[in-house]
Structures are given as C-alpha cells and as structure tokens.
C-alpha cells in the first residue's frame, strides 16, 4: 500500500479518516462460522469482527448468506460450527434472549414488530416493565416509550394504536428505539434504509454517527452499496456463503467493491478472504 | 395523525383527551369499543324479537335467569377459546375434555372421594373440583405439548382428541350415566339451592359497583401519574354509570325471579320462616354457575391484559416470528395456552355436570363448535392476533340466546342448527367487512 494513495483516498469526497481503535480485543469476532440447511452451504467458514465504535458494512447480494450470519449472532439461527467470541471471550449463543444478554441488539429488515399491539408493548416485548404485584405497568413502559420515542422522532404521537395502523418511518422508529433502549454494546442492521424515504434515511445516518459516538459497535447489511458506504469503516463482502474480503472504507472504491460483491475479486486495498476470485 | 392524546411537559398536570363533537367525538371521549356495541345492539335485537314472536316469554325474569345458567357452561370454555384463537390455533376438543373430566369427576365423587371423606364431608365438592381441574390441565397440556413442541398442528391434534377424549369418557365409566352423591357439588349447576338470594345478590351487586368505580379512579390516577392525557369527566361518568345500571338492573332482573310456591313453603320450612300474608316472596338472586362464569371472565381479562403471558398470547399471534425474536419462548406459551383451555374445559364440565345432577357420555357433544362460535361472534379473529374476553362472554349469552329463543318457540332441533349455523357465517362476514374497513 503506498501512502500516496492513502493521501488522496483521504481528501476524497465523503470519505472521513479512519478514527477506530483496533488494538484492543474486538468486541465481536465470529470466527469459522458454518451453517447449512438441507445440504447448502447457506454459511460456509466465514470469519467477522467488529470493534468499538465501529461500523461495519456487510455487503452483498441476496441469498450470499450475510443474513444467514447475521442471524446466528442475534441467536436467531444456531450454528453448525464455529465459535463467537464478545471482547475476547467465547460467547454461547444459543437463542435470542442469550444474545441480547451479551447486549447484541438486532433491527431485522422485517422490523420484527408485533403488529396489533402499541409501540410501547413493542419496545419492551420480553422484557416487560413490571408493578410490585407482577402485573404489567403499561404506564411506566408507555412513560418510558415517550421518552425514547420523543429523541428519535419527536413528532411520534400515536401510543395508543396498534404498529399496524403507523407508517412505514414510524414503525422503523419503534424497531429502532427498541434496540437502543436496553444499551446495546453491539447494534445489527439489516436493511436499515431499504423502506425509507430521503429524508428519513438521513435520520437513520444521523442515529448511526451518534451511536459510534458512545463507542457503540454496528453491522450494516444491505445488498446496495451506495446505502451504506459513507457510513462505514470497513466493508466485509460475502458471496455464495463465503467471505470474498475485507477492507477498510479508506482503502477501496465503490466500483471495487462492487467488483467484490458481483465477481468476488478482491482488490489491492483489501484483505483478501476464503471466497475470493482465485487469480 | 395526532388526534388522540398529546404530551404534555407540564408535570402533573394531564391535559384531557380533545374529543371533538358529534357521535364520533362522544365515542372517542368515552373509549367506548364500537364493535362491542355492536353486538350489545345485536343481542337487544335477538332479545326483543324473540320476545315478541314469543308473545312475551322471552323477557321475563324466569327466562332471563334460565338464559344466564344456560350460558355460563360454554362461556367458561369461550373465555379459553379467545386465547387459543388469538395464538392463531384452534381447540375442537374442549367438548370432548368437558366430557371425559365430567365423568372422570362423577366416578371420582362416587367411588372413591365419598367414601373416603364421608358422606356428609365438606369437602368432597372441592375434591372432586381439583380432580377436575388437574385432569383439564393434564390433558390440555398434554395436547399443547404435542403441538407446540412435536410441531402437529393443532387442528389435527385436537381434532384426534375430539375422538381420543370422547372415547375416554365412555371408557372411565363403560358408558354408563353416573349420579353424583354430593350435594354441595350440584350447587355448582344452579336451581333453586345453587342460587344466593336476594340479600346476597345485592351485596355483590354492591361490591361490583364499589369495584367499578375504584377501578374507574384508579386507572385515571395511572394516567395522572405520567401526566397522560384522561378522559374528560363527563364521559369517566357516562361509561361508569352506564356499568353500574347494567349491575342494578342484572341484580333486580334475577332478584324478581321468585321461587315457585311448593319450593318456597319447603324452603320456608327448612329454614324456619314464618309464612306471611299473601304468600312467600322468595327470590333466587344470582346463580352460583353464573356467579362462576363471571368470576372466570374477570381472571381471564386479569390474563390477557395485565400478565406477561397474556401480552406474550397477543404478541405471538400478532407476529410469531416476532415474538421468537423477541426472546420469547412461544413454545412454551402455546403449551400453557392449551393447559389452560383444558382446565376452563373443566370448569365447565363441573357445571354442567352439577346441573343435570349425573355425568353422561354423551355431554358436551358439540360444544366445541358453539365454544369457537361464542369467541368468534364476539370478535376474535380467526387470522389471530386480536379478541377479547368481555366479547366472547357476550358473544356465547348471544348463541344461548339464539338457543333458547328458538325453544321457546317451539323451532324443531334441525331448523335450530340450520339457523345458528347461518347466523355465525353472517357474523364472521360482518365482522370481515368491519375489520376492512377499521384497516
């Protein structure tokens, strides 16, 4: 790598300096993931890690399997093999109340929201705030659903209704707020943008600049590069299960990346993985 | 978009709920739920149409109480179907359980708990409840086990317990019909000795409306505490006082049912009262089966609304998924969920047994249906997710009703079925159009 080009790739256009700490113990690493369903390799041998502060954009088209793994750290899906490991020691991972546990929060593309109940029966759902005779205190989750509600999107009103009845922006809100509101250390994100509209999008970005800012760890899924690249450190591309590469933002073009994900060719700047393009 | 509620940053002060005129302002203020008045309107209508093709029968304080006994059986077993229906499965075997634990009850009482407490023991009503009750449990739980944990559908697995449990409760006694011993234990069916009077009646009458309006109070002062918006007043006494007439008018309804002049003189006799001029002026009150399905509803509202088991109920039958992702164990909510209809099934075989005074192979036969037309008709939604106890109660009195109503005129039992079978398809097709257009 020359610093010539690390210079200009520095002064180019939405592209910020690389600011993360990567000497200490990551605070996510999947190492050697496997899965498969009924004999395809849906997940095969992939590696990933994510440090504090960091925003991670994991890339490439559908069914490349950047889902698949995903889910097997929310506690989604179980492994077949391999091992997760949380600021350096072995995790066990085995549902998802295990991964929020290790405060592994997960906003799916789905959203994952009950949808005939109301937002604040959403953003507690397993973890209800309870009175001293063990009955639900549906005012003090309502009181705490106005708060958090209120910084993510201040002009949110309808805590009465079912999510059924909110827009697309306000039911990505509730998903949102009930990730952040139990302290996530690690933040997943898949499809964050995919539903949203300009103006909303921007919101998300501003959210994920705010959150890094409290050193807290994010993976990016998307399918579509440009969604993400300006938000991310580093870019880890998967295809057919495996992992092609990783680089830092810094170090790579889109069209680079892009030749990433569509052929699996890894170029100079990145660190080359089991599924890269053989020369 | 913000037409409810707004938050206030004033602490301690809870602005009102801005309401708007008209009929839609006045619903709005009073949280009144539309499709619960609908099927309040609906039965009105059944009552007063039967009332005058019957030529008066049917609104009398004699009918109106038999209609009440006649309904807590299958309305018990509603309370249970709402959740079941609400997990997005079904129970075709509840009929069938109430069978097999009505008989298991009677052999249980007869063979075995009477002669081991005694004949005149207090507590043989109650043993023979608990085996009831575990017996519900067990077989419920049973099949919520195979469902939720096998992965067999429900419809097949309470479809093979329809038979299974049927087949059981020919088997626990060979067929026979089997007369309970206990006493204390046929009060649960009601008649005239299962019925508290009418001092009785207006005690609890006055102790639900104490209830109601501590309730009303206190669920303002929650709404106070994180300075929500409330109702206006007005409509906190619309709603309240509408509540407390239904309680005074059910009270005097089943207070002017008088008992029968030989009855009354036997009664009068046992209990040492002198008989007055003019005759003997001795009301039934409310029906302890009654009393029963009522007390059923309020824990299974209790359940629904203010549990985690009941929030986990809605939420899986919102979004299974969902509610998976949400570190939920759904499997072993669903589990608990059939336990639990298995143990109302009980209930309801205990009243049903007490009332006809004998266990027999064939009761409950059918009840399966009118259980999930009750739940259905008071607005569960078969695609789940949503319904409620109070709308299952109400929608099983509207079947009874139906029922009962088509006796008293004299309809042949075909005509009968043909006629309910028709009504629950209009209901569900209501019931579609309203929720389109709700969408």
């Given at each position: 790598m020359s610093t010539t080009m690390e210079e200009i790739r520095d002064h180019g256009p939405g592209h910020h300096h690389d600011s993360v700490d990567r000497t200490g113990a990551p605070l996510v690493a999947m190492e050697d993931i496997s899965i498969a369903f009924g004999g395809i390799h849906a997940v095969d041998h992939a590696s990933i890690d994510l440090y504090p502060g960091e925003v991670v954009a994991l890339l490439g088209h559908n069914g490349a399997g950047k889902s698949t793994l995903i889910k097997i750290l929310s506690g989604a899906y179980k492994r077949d093999s391999g091992e997760i490991y949380v600021r350096g020691e072995k995790a066990s991972i085995g549902n998802p109340r295990d991964a929020k546990a290790y405060g592994i929060e997960t906003i799916y593309q789905t959203l994952a929201l009950a949808d005939n109940v109301d937002a604040a029966a959403n953003l507690f759902l397993g973890r209800e705030i309870m009175t001293a005779w063990g009955t639900l205190d549906d005012g003090a989750m309502e009181a705490e659903a106005r708060k958090v509600m209120g910084r993510l999107n201040?002009?949110?009103?309808?805590?009465?209704?079912?999510?059924?009845?909110?827009s697309g922006g306000q039911r990505q809100s509730v998903a949102i707020a009930r990730a952040i509101l139990f302290n996530a250390k690690i933040l997943i994100m898949d499809e964050?943008?995919?539903?949203?509209?300009p103006q909303e999008t921007a919101q998300v970005a501003d959210l994920i600049k705010e959150l890094k800012k409290e050193d807290i760890g994010i993976f990016l899924i998307s399918h579509d590069i440009h969604d993400v690249f300006d938000l991310s450190d580093r870019v880890v591309v998967m295809k057919n299960g495996q992992v092609v590469g990783s680089a830092k933002t810094e170090d790579v073009t889109k069209d680079e990346v892009l030749g990433m994900i569509i052929l699996g060719k890894c170029p100079a700047g990145a660190t080359p993985g089991p599924g890269a393009m053989k020369e | 978009m913000s037409e409810a509620t707004s938050n206030t940053s004033v602490p301690g002060a809870s602005p009102t709920i801005?309401?708007?005129?008209?009929l839609k302002g006045f619903m709005r203020a009073t949280e009144i739920d539309t499709r619960m008045l609908g099927m309040i309107g609906a039965l009105l209508v059944i009552w007063v149409g039967f009332h005058i093709l019957s030529g008066g029968t049917f609104l009398t304080p004699r009918n109106l109480w038999n209609l009440s006994v006649q309904t807590a059986s299958v309305g018990v077993m509603a309370t249970g179907m709402v959740l079941v229906i609400v997990t997005r499965n079904i129970d075709l075997s509840v009929g069938s359980i109430l069978g097999v634990t009505g008989m298991i009850m009677a052999v249980a009482q007869t063979q075995y708990l009477t002669p081991m407490l005694g004949?005149?023991?207090?507590l043989v009503w109650i043993a023979t409840l608990i085996v009831g009750l575990l017996c519900g449990l067990v077989i419920g739980g049973l099949q919520g086990f195979i469902i939720a944990y096998l992965g067999v559908p429900a419809f097949i697995v309470t479809l093979g317990g329809l038979l299974v449990w049927r087949g059981g409760a020919w088997w626990v006694a060979s067929g026979r019909t089997i007369p309970l011993t206990d006493d204390n234990f046929k009060l649960l069916g009601g008649g005239s000795d299962g019925s508290i009077g009418a001092t009785w009646s207006w005690i609890l009458a006055a102790l639900a409306v104490v209830f109601i309006v501590f309730g009303a109070f206190a669920a303002r002062r929650q709404r106070k505490r994180f300075a929500f918006a409330v109702k206006p007043m007005w409509a906190e006494a619309v709603t309240v006082g509408i509540s407390v007439i239904a309680v005074i008018v059910a009270t005097m309804i089943v207070n002017s049912y008088l008992l029968p002049g030989p009855l009354a003189r036997r009664y009068a006799d046992a209990n040492g009262i002198a008989v007055p001029e003019g005759g003997l002026q001795i009301s039934f009150g409310y029906a302890v089966p009654v009393l029963l399905f009522i007390g059923v509803g309020i824990v299974m509202t209790f359940i629904a609304r203010r549990t985690r088991f009941g929030r986990y109920v809605f939420a899986i039958g919102g979004n299974p998924e969902a509610a998976d992702l949400a570190g939920i164990n759904t499997k072993r909510v669903t589990l608990m969920v059939f336990a639990l209809m298995g143990m109302l099934a009980a209930v309801a075989a205990a009243i049903s047994t007490a009332r006809l005074s004998s266990a027999t192979n064939?009761?409950?036969?059918l009840d399966e249906l009118y259980t999930i037309a009750a739940a259905v008709i008071g607005g569960t939604s078969l695609a789940g997710g949503a319904g409620t106890i109070a709308g299952a109660m109400l929608g099983a009195l509207v079947m009874q009703s139906l029922q009962s109503g088509m006796v008293l005129l004299g309809m042949d039992t075909p005509l009968q079925n043909i006629v309910v079978g028709a009504v629950l398809v209009v209901a569900v097709w209501l019931d579609t159009i309203y929720r389109r257009r709700a969408a």
């Open positions: 201040p002009n949110f009103r309808r805590f009465k209704e079912p999510v059924k009845a909110l964050p943008t995919a539903a949203l509209g | 801005r309401s708007g005129g008209g004949y005149d023991s207090g064939a009761q409950g036969t």
